[in-house]
């Protein structure tokens, strides 16, 4: 059986966007395209932890420079990643978190499949949910949050398909573009005709942007959108302030919000920052 790669599993709320507040479960899969090295780094060189001194996950510190995910893709943070069966990960999130219709509300509890980039790893979530469904605990509610680079996968396409057509199911397509405050390129993070293929499978879903509140940022969320929209992509725009921790988000996030609201965008705070400051496991 093949073994997939991937950072964590835990239950938090969902912290983001439309669906901010639900309960969720998240599957954060190894491996990036990105380094996103621009966010809230004036220090580019700025290390906040050593990874080698740290063995499990939960101890790791906040990264507060770069992509605050970055434990999921780098290098020097592999040793913090493991290795399961698509059975192995169902079995896990079943054994520690029920079945995703709960048993006493019933009420469902979503899955978030993260990353990472989760759209490199299209082999894994076949496979993940094709097991999901052999053992009648397939999430009724599935969003995937990518950066939206990547294109799909006949397999993967198929098993969408064939799992979330029901009106009963739905794959939220979660989004987010990165501007040029990432330090990534217009021509590699803009893809509009990817993300149409992808609301094509699934009409559902957001486009979500950092910003920082500058002129160029606006512009490129302006320009990115219309770009988007002319491909077919009609999702409606989330607008969330730069910034890993609070601190840094609480600096500009007023100002962001009502920038977007006279933009007429939706905002988007990081939820779960302010209740569990952004640790690894929440
Ligand atoms: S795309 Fe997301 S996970 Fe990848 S480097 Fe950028 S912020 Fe991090």
């Given amino acids: 059986m093949t073994d997939f790669r991937y950072s964590e599993i835990f239950k938090s709320i969902q912290g983001e966007g439309f669906y901010t507040g639900t309960s969720s479960v998240f ?26 001194t740290i063995s499990d996950l939960n101890d790791l510190p906040v990264i507060s420079h770069g992509c605050d995910s970055r434990y999921s893709w780098a290098a020097e943070y592999r040793h913090l990643s493991k290795l399961a069966s698509a059975d192995e990960i169902c079995t896990e999130i079943g054994d520690r978190f029920g079945p995703f219709c709960h048993q006493n509300s019933g009420q469902w509890c979503h899955l978030v499949i993260t990353g990472g980039e989760p759209m490199l790893s299209q082999t894994a979530m076949t496979s993940i949910l094709d097991s999901f469904a052999a053992e009648h605990n397939l999430p009724r509610y599935l969003t995937i949050e990518t950066n939206g680079t990547q294109g799909l996968r006949p397999a993967f396409r198929d098993i969408i398909t064939q799992l979330y057509q029901s009106p009963d199911t739905e794959l939220y397509w979660s989004v987010s573009p990165k501007l040029s405050i990432s330090g990534e390129t217009w021509d590699q993070a803009i893809k509009p005709d990817v993300v149409a293929a992808y609301a094509e499978i699934s009409q559902t879903g957001q486009l979500k942007y950092v910003v920082d509140n500058s002129e160029q940022c606006w512009h490129e969320v302006e320009t990115a959108t219309r ?32 920038q977007a609201l006279k933009r007429g965008y939706h905002f988007s705070a990081r939820v779960h920052n302010w209740i569990f400051g952004n640790k690894p496991g929440t």
Avoid at 229 to 250: E, F, K, L, S, Y
């Fill in 227 to 258: 770009e988007y929209r002319a491909a077919g992509v009609n999702w409606d725009v989330w607008i969330m302030p730069v910034g890993a921790t609070a601190d840094q988000q609480h600096k500009h996030q007023e100002d962001i919000c009502q």
């Fill in 27 to 52: 599957l954060r899969l190894w491996g990036c395209n990105f380094e996103c090295r621009g966010f809230s780094n004036d220090q580019p060189d700025r290390h906040d932890t050593d990874p080698v």
